[in-house]
């Protein structure tokens, strides 16, 4: 079985199966049920809970809030992770999305999140997008001086590029622990550009968004996505699981060590990422899987 828990750090460790929060607005879930989900998340050992400040407009972490508040014993319970740096300005047809990681900014921000979150700490405080004004001293002092403060136990970064991550890093001292990343069998940018490589040898454990392509994986009609389920699907009736379970398996089996971020608010869904813990893949069949999709080619 695969470590229910990921050391991140010293000082931190996460759930190795984390559960995401971005779709918390569509649950349609009041204060109570809400964290009666949290409990289940809990009892299935799923004790890492991934939101930011941008989903629908922080009404995500606002929701989340409410529910710490309907239950006092979740909070000291779970590791909270939470994003900064994505905003959007009102507009005439709309809104348009920029990215802001200066200094006073990210201090603000983690003021804002903490209250809306009813929490005196994050956990682990993420950079939520590559910001093409990063300036990565203003950045990285921001980042130390909320550690500094206790209002942030950890920090990391998501989307982040290779070279956007060591330069962060070094300004940081190191004190970067993960970077959330987009990886399913139909997503690959990060094996791409090296980042995967990158991430083991500073030995950073990745977060993964979408690792079911947000659903698309079981349910798009593209090429991509059919052929990944239906190599899915084979290898699912070998191992007599469901074939969600051998997605999670696929990514928790590479050696980077990746903690999947689940997005379903479904309890069995959940199941199938801890089940997951427990699958050991064969060595040909995760290669199998890199391929299907026809995207990434073995040579
Ligand atoms: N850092 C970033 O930039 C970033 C970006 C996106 C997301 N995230 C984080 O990553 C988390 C997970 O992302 P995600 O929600 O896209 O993850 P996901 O697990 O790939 O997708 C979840 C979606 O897939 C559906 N689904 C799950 N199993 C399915 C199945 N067997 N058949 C059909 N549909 C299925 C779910 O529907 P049901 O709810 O009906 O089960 C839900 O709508 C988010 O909550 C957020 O915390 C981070």
Redesign the pocket.
Known sequence: MRKTKTKVSHNLSLSTIIQ????LDKWNMPASELARFMNECIERGITTF??AEIYAGSQCETLMGEAFRADPSIRSRIELVT?TGIFKQPTADGSFGYYDTSYDRIIQSCRESLKRLNSAVIDLYLI??SDPCLDVWATSRALLDLKAQGLVREVGV??FEPFKLIALNQAAAGALVTN?I?W?PVCFEHFDSGMMDLLGVEKIHPMI???????RL??ADDPACVKARNKITEIAGRHHVEP?VIVYAWILSHPAGAMP??????PE?LDYAVQALDVKLERYEWYEIYAASGQQKIK
């Not at 995401?20 to 779709?23: A, E, I, Q, S």
């Not at 971020?261 to 479904?266: A, F, T």
């Open positions: 995401g929060f971005w779709r991934d939101t994003k939520h997008r998501s989307n959330q987009e399913s968004w979408s690792p079911l392509a947000g659903g079981f349910t969600a971020i689940v997005g379903s608010s479904k869904r």
